[in-house]
């Protein structure tokens, strides 16, 4: 969506069967959409930590950033805010906070390569990346199987799920599969 306004009358219409708990403008506003109780459409097809139907089990938070520019100083209080909240009120912890990229590797990128996922990990609001040494030749299997352990649990090819964890967390990093991108996965 181009902007907020047009990301809600989207989300607002029963046409497009797309619907979000929040929505939250680049000023920060914030709009509930959808009672937390009841089931938003905003995930789709994907799966986290094994398990599938996302939008059965998840609260979901639009953005309005197309994720290739800085997320705005108060759009990042108002989630932050949000989330406190949210993660109070279900008793979810961190690890349960992901983008919607986490959870449909190839289909989805948001929230993008330049959402600040450290700085919510920094208050306990996303698990962060892993700090791990991972002394081991980097191989495929190793990387899938760290991934299926930090949640990374949807079907896809190997690259797929490298450009997935990358852009979460090795936004920057290109070139073949390495060390750190195996150590970079959190724990379970």
Known sequence: MTSADAALERLCDPRYEVSAHYLIGCTGTLWQLVSEEMRAWHAGAGEWGGLGDINSRSIGIELDNPGTHPFPEPQMQALELLLQGILNRWIIPPQGVIGHSDMAPGRKIDPG??????????????APSGKHTF??????????????????????????????????????????????????????
Not at 117 to 124: A, E, F, N, P, V
Not at 149 to 178: E, K, M, V, W
């Open 135 to 188: 002394t081991k030749q980097p191989t495929w299997e190793a990387l899938r199987t760290r991934a299926t352990q930090a949640g990374y649990s949807a079907p896809c090819d190997d690259q797929t799920l490298l450009d997935t964890i990358r852009l979460r967390h090795r936004p920057q990093a290109t070139g073949p599969l390495c060390a750190t991108d195996i150590a970079s996965l959190p724990d379970a």
């Open 113 to 126: 390569p330049r959402f600040d996922w450290t700085r919510l990990s920094r208050q306990g609001l996303a």
